[in-house]
Nanobody, 124 residues
Framework: QERLVESGGGPVQIGGSLRLSCDASSLTYNLYSMGWFRQPPGKEREGVATIDHDGNTHYADSVKGRFTISKDNAERDILLQMDNLKPEDTDMYFC??????????????????WGQGTQVTVSS
């Protein structure tokens, strides 16, 4: 059974918006960090945005001011609101979970649970 299930990806025009959702309802956690990552072709996986159990957030410089990560405690969903999308945002986006708060939240090595990903394609 998958523990993290992403949804909300799809095609969008430049400047448009999408909201990604990560269903983490199968997880039981008190202390955690959860995040969204992407892996551009030929590059290492990069952290896009993370949020911990206290609501502290971190963002990659490339998405600051455009993306917002949040959590729905009732549903245990992690949301990523993406606005003013650019072609370079095109990628597969993965939800990830860490059972603690990493010292470097945007680094992927501390995250042990991963979803299957949802594709985001930005074009004119």
């Amino acid at each position: 059974q998958e523990r993290l299930v992403e949804s909300g990806g799809g095609p969008v025009q430049i400047g448009g918006s999408l909201r990604l959702s990560c269903d983490a309802s199968s997880l039981t956690y008190n202390l955690y960090s959860m995040g969204w990552f992407r892996q551009p072709p030929g590059k290492e996986r990069e952290g896009v945005a993370t949020i911990d159990h206290d609501g502290n957030t971190h963002y990659a410089d490339s998405v600051k001011g455009r993306f917002t990560i949040s959590k729905d405690n009732a549903e245990r969903d992690i949301l990523l609101q993406m606005d003013n999308l650019k072609p370079e945002d095109t990628d597969m986006y993965f939800c990830a979970y860490s059972d603690g708060v990493p010292s470097s939240p945007l680094r992927d090595y501390a995250y042990l649970d991963w979803g299957q990903g949802t594709q985001v394609t930005v074009s004119s």
